[in-house]
């Protein structure tokens, strides 16, 4: 049965109970190689860096939870990010979003340039920079929405308008928001990536990518460069995700109904200068994410009174919010940018300042997650 809701598809797309034992939890095929039944006649597999079992039943789950009609897996978000990008050839121009996670920033500046590729980066919250920037040989709009860290909300469905008059891929990395909160293809993307790793898998126990899309051609194109590569993860990784995306949306609800309650803390707090949050009427595309968005994520930044120096010792203090990169786990992280995730774009023009915090807010009890940055602020 295919249903509308996405709870639903997110347990039960290509997750039917194993016909040979009954097993409700699909098996993890842990195997590199397949029997053929004659000399190139397979049952539909003949080597697991071209497909597994495991691999396929995670790709069809993620490309229904995005809505889209092709799922391809990696082995990090990375992975997929570097997989795309192979679709281009050197002379081609892409045009970035100015506030991009740091790997990508890394990729993009220190690798994909020396090949010949050319990015801007510009405020793609601003429309006419953003149009401004395209060129004649512009092939893509990178797009993160909320980006990271400073959590700005793009307008999908309006960019993909402006990508769509240059013949341009739109691209957007759902990590932040993830499937149950936001639907990029819906509003005229042409590609999702993820960092599975995140709120997809969601309990810091693996690493994986994701690539989805309702292009046919340019799905057989990734589908060719995903085996060519072989940025492929295995199949105890994607049953790991696969578990993950079963409880996606109750742990989405979860993050959004603590954030919330953290950004308002926060916003109220004496030593706190500034909040960022989506959720909040403060932020500059409150209204913008209120249409996008299911709900606003577990993403929080802020900075405190004291800069730099302050912010590392409040982040230091936390009992609960673990020090540590990454995000969208069950469990709380805080993190200075500056010095962690985004230290590649430190010395550019996309730098990050050094008293910002990023939490990735869990889903414990919201009491003590507030208790606990309230005794972290208030350290001397």
Not at 29 to 57: C, H, L, M, W
């Amino acid at each position: 049965m295919v249903s509308d809701h996405f709870e639903t598809r997110a347990i039960h797309v290509d997750q039917e109970p194993d016909a040979a034992t009954g097993a409700i939890i699909p098996p993890i095929y842990q195997t590199a190689t397949y029997a053929q039944e004659d000399v190139g006649i397979t049952k539909g597999y003949d080597y697991s860096r071209t497909a597994n079992p495991t691999r396929t039943a995670l790709e069809q789950c993620l490309a229904s939870l995005e809505s889209g009609d092709h799922g391809l897996a990696f082995a990090s978000g990375m992975g997929a990010i570097t997989t795309v990008m192979f679709l281009f050839k050197s002379g081609d121009h892409v045009v970035v979003c100015d506030d991009a996670y740091g790997g990508t920033y890394r990729l993009f500046r220190r690798i994909l340039e020396s090949y010949g590729l050319e990015f801007t980066f510009v405020d793609m919250t601003d429309l006419a920079a953003t149009e401004r920037a395209i060129r004649p040989n512009t092939k893509m709009l990178w797009i993160e929405t909320p980006t990271n860290p400073l959590l700005k909300v793009v307008n999908i469905a309006a960019l993909a308008v402006l990508g769509k008059e240059q013949s341009a891929l739109i691209v957007v990395d759902n990590t932040f928001a993830s499937p149950y909160l936001q639907q990029p293809l819906a509003l005229g993307a042409d590609i999702v990536v993820h960092s599975t790793t995140k709120y997809l898998g969601g309990h810091s126990d693996v690493v994986g990518g994701a690539i989805i899309t309702s292009n046919d051609k340019v799905f057989e194109r990734l589908k060719f460069l995903q085996n060519a590569a072989g940025a492929v993860p295995g199949p105890f990784d994607c049953w790991l995700v696969l578990r993950g995306a079963k409880t996606l949306a109750l742990r989405m609800d979860r993050h959004s109904e603590n954030a919330i309650r953290v950004a308002h803390f926060l916003e109220s707090h004496p030593r706190v200068t500034r909040v960022i949050y989506p959720g909040l009427e403060s932020h500059p595309q409150h209204e913008l994410a209120r249409k996008q968005m299911r709900a606003f994520g577990g993403m929080v930044s802020f900075i405190p009174k004291g800069g730099a120096e302050q912010a590392r010792k409040i982040a230091r203090a936390t009992r609960l919010f673990t020090l540590g990169e990454s995000l969208g786990g069950v469990e709380s992280l805080i993190e200075v940018p500056s010095a962690m995730t985004h230290l590649s774009v430190q010395g550019s023009p996309l730098e990050v300042d050094p008293a910002l915090i990023r939490l990735s807010v869990g889903i414990e009890h919201h009491e003590d997650l507030l208790a606990d940055l309230a005794q972290a602020l208030d350290q001397e």
